[in-house]
């Protein structure tokens, strides 16, 4: 198995298809154990009694590791996720915060000049806007 760190280097660990996580952990990062946390195919194995068999772990498998904080720096942590950029007080004004009421001014402009230029739409036209209309109903009303 390949134990590879954060800092791209790799180990190479030799181990069974009867050993479990913890003792993997307790083989490579002895004293350390607590706070090593293994990675494999974007899952963290955390159940210590779980065999390598059994999470499907094979010859020439890579498996991530990641000290966790408090640990001395071999394999640094990653850093505590954090907002992008500076954030303003208030709502947060999304794309789909913003959509329901855009929709809703579309369909109410389409209403407008559908009762005052009613010579400019025709029966499909007109049959459209209520499908439209009957239909964004149904979803602001079954979401909310």
């Given at each position: 198995i390949?134990?590879?760190?954060?800092?791209?280097?790799?180990?190479?660990?030799v181990?069974?298809?009867?050993?479990?996580?913890?003792?993997?952990?307790?083989?490579?990062?002895?004293?350390q154990e607590s706070?090593?946390?293994?990675?494999?195919?974007g899952?963290?194995?955390?159940?210590?009694?779980?065999?390598l068999?059994s999470?499907?772990?094979?010859?020439?498998?890579?498996i991530?590791?990641?000290?966790?904080r408090?640990?001395?720096?071999?394999?640094?942590?990653?850093?505590?996720?954090?907002?992008?950029?500076?954030?303003?007080?208030?709502?947060?004004?999304?794309?789909?915060?913003l959509?329901?009421?855009?929709?809703?001014?579309?369909?109410?402009?389409?209403?407008?000049?559908?009762i005052?230029?009613r010579?400019?739409?025709?029966?499909?036209?007109t049959?459209?806007?209520i499908?439209?209309?009957?239909?964004?109903?149904?979803?602001?009303?079954?979401?909310?």
């Amino acid at each position: 198995i390949r134990l590879k760190f954060l800092n791209d280097t790799e180990e190479v660990a030799v181990a069974r298809p009867e050993d479990t996580v913890g003792v993997l952990k307790s083989k490579y990062f002895p004293g350390q154990e607590s706070q090593m946390k293994l990675i494999y195919r974007g899952q963290l194995l955390q159940d210590q009694a779980r065999t390598l068999r059994s999470l499907r772990i094979t010859d020439n498998c890579v498996i991530h590791c990641q000290r966790s904080r408090g640990g001395t720096a071999a394999a640094p942590a990653l850093p505590e996720p954090g907002p992008a950029g500076p954030t303003a007080p208030g709502l947060p004004l999304g794309g789909g915060t913003l959509m329901v009421p855009t929709v809703m001014v579309v369909l109410a402009l389409g209403w407008y000049f559908r009762i005052n230029y009613r010579q400019l739409f025709t029966a499909p036209a007109t049959v459209s806007l209520i499908g439209v209309t009957v239909l964004v109903t149904f979803l602001a009303f079954g979401v909310y």
